[in-house]
């Protein structure tokens, strides 16, 4: 188990590995670990497609900000499949201490962010929960039902392909570090990159992403996988997809993205921004005779797309080259920035 975070590979396999309940062979994808969402064949061709998270109630980052992560973090794990959510149930345990003018406000922007993603909420449960100072206020689950056939999954990468970030790395963490010390931030990397962190806040939806990337009108089936990038960052991401897909990788570090803002943050912070929570950008294996289409795509509606390496057999491994040499791909348990969040707190860092 990580100390702190998701749970990683080994405490997936030795905890909870083969007690999945019943079994029902409609289920063609369950959990695993790498693994955005389930997938339930349904009748007629259709299939049904899952994902669930934490809510986040985060007080010190804004009620609005919270909403925002709350919804378009489990919005960036059903673009993996290639198609948008369309339907999501919220639990809340909402502390005790908050007031029902605030929980209206926090309520009034979940509404409307599942609103503008096309999301209706049909249900889920409302609760305050004495004792309870979590920033994780409950979970929602988001579903979407969609052909089987064009229905992408984190397991579906394939020897050969190219390996795709879209976007950046660490851009949610960088973003909320910038956000949470804002008078640190402006005092020693100065108010332009404190506000252009705060907008970067807003870039962490990868769902255009996806849904491009899959195609809309057309779905391009030269997309053989995708990942949603969170807590582990960008090589976390590609770590995961790759371990899902029973595949080894070769990635290139001289060309995984870090952009200006993110490069600053994470400096400041003491952090590898390629190991941050990154939401916002997303892991794609494509064929490679398809790649420099999917970049132009992409490219065309203002979003970055980089070739950072090759999807190679499992005996491979999964390898990270730098210069000259190559070695095994380190997965990190628990992402270094928590550490720098509550370093920067108990410092009294504004």
């Known amino acids: 188990m990580a100390d702190l975070g998701k749970i990683n590979h ?7 590995a083969g007690r999945l309940g019943a079994f029902r062979k409609e289920v063609k994808q369950g959990p695993g670990f790498g693994v955005d ?8 061709g259709l299939a049904m497609a899952a994902t669930s998270d934490p809510l986040s109630l985060i007080p010190s980052l804004g ?3 919270s ?14 499949t ?22 209206s406000t926090y309520w009034g922007y979940i509404d409307r962010f599942c609103k503008e993603i096309g999301v209706a909420i049909t249900g889920g449960h409302t609760g305050f929960v004495q004792g309870q100072n979590s920033t994780f206020a409950g979970g929602g689950t988001l579903i979407t039902i969609a052909p089987e056939s064009e229905m992408i999954c984190a397991t579906g990468a394939e020897e050969g392909d190219v390996i795709l970030v879209t976007k950046s790395c660490a851009m949610t963490a960088t973003a909320i570090l910038g956000m949470s010390f804002p008078e640190t931030v402006k005092n020693k990397l100065g108010t332009d990159v404190y506000e252009s962190a705060c907008q970067q806040f807003y870039q962490t939806s990868s769902l255009k992403d996806g849904l491009i990337a899959a195609g809309e009108s057309e779905k391009f089936p030269e997309i053989t996988a995708m990942h949603d990038v969170t807590e582990g960052g960008v090589l976390g991401a590609i770590y995961e997809m790759l371990i899902a897909s029973g595949k080894g990788g070769m990635i290139e570090n001289d060309l995984i993205p870090v952009g200006e803002i993110a490069s600053q943050i994470s400096k400041l912070f ?14 794609i294996s494509c064929r490679p005779d398809k790649s420099a289409q999917l970049i132009d795509r992409l490219g065309n509606e203002n979003i970055s797309c980089t070739v950072v390496g090759k999807v190679l057999g ?12 190559s070695s095994l791909l380190e997965y990190k348990e628990t992402d270094p920035y928590w550490a720098a969040y509550f370093k920067a707190l108990n410092e009294g860092w504004k």
């Open 270 to 283: 003491d952090l590898d921004p390629r190991y941050c929570v990154g939401a916002g950008a997303m892991i």
């Open 314 to 325: 499992q005996d491979q491994g999964i390898r990270i080259s730098e210069g000259e040499s």
């Open 63 to 65: 009620l609005q900000e």
């Open 37 to 44: 969402v389930a997938i339930t064949s349904l009748p007629g």
């Open 82 to 103: 290639g198609f948008a959510p369309q339907y999501g149930q919220f639990v809340l345990n909402l502390p005790d201490s908050l007031s029902n003018a605030d929980f």
């Open 10 to 16: 080994e405490g997936y396999q030795s905890l909870l």
């Open 67 to 80: 909403a925002w992560l709350s919804v378009h973090l489990m919005a960036n794990d059903m673009a993996t």
